[in-house]
């Protein structure tokens, strides 16, 4: 179902229960700034999500309000994960889903990173 990616944050949200450990994940990467784990529908050979700590809805959100060290260090993070996985070599794919039209599901700002094999083309 998707999410409109604004209004409030959401605290239920799965993401947050994730980062609460509420809720088990398999991580890939920690730091002070994101928790990276593998998607459970994982949509390439290599699917993880990339999320903040701190509680953003969207990419607008997190653009608009995220202090600019946050989000460099997130962006950063996201490069080291794709370098520790081996992705770099063969390419990979960063994407972030933003609204309804998008598909977003989950209200809590987050990056796909997918690669691990040739991925579909988007449509043109």
């Not at 605290?11 to 994101?34: D, T």
């Not at 999320?51 to 600019?68: E, L, R």
């Not at 794919?93 to 990056?111: C, D, K, M, W």
Request: hydrophobic share 40%; net charge negative; charged share 20%.
């Amino acid at each position: 179902m998707a999410v409109t990616g604004k209004g409030p944050y959401d605290p239920q949200n799965i993401f947050a229960k994730i980062l609460r450990g509420e809720i088990p994940c398999k991580p890939v990467f920690e730091n002070e700034w994101v928790l990276a784990f593998k998607d459970i529908a994982p949509k390439a050979p290599v699917h993880v999500l990339i999320i903040p700590k701190k509680p953003y809805v969207s990419f607008m959100d997190f653009s608009k309000n995220a202090p600019a060290e946050e989000i460099a260090e997130v962006m950063r993070s996201a490069g080291q994960i794709a370098h520790t996985l081996g992705l770099e070599e063969d390419g990979y794919r960063l994407i972030t889903n933003a609204g309804t039209n998008s598909g977003q599901e989950v209200p809590h700002f987050h990056l796909h990173l997918m690669g691990g094999g040739p991925l579909p083309a988007f449509p043109q």
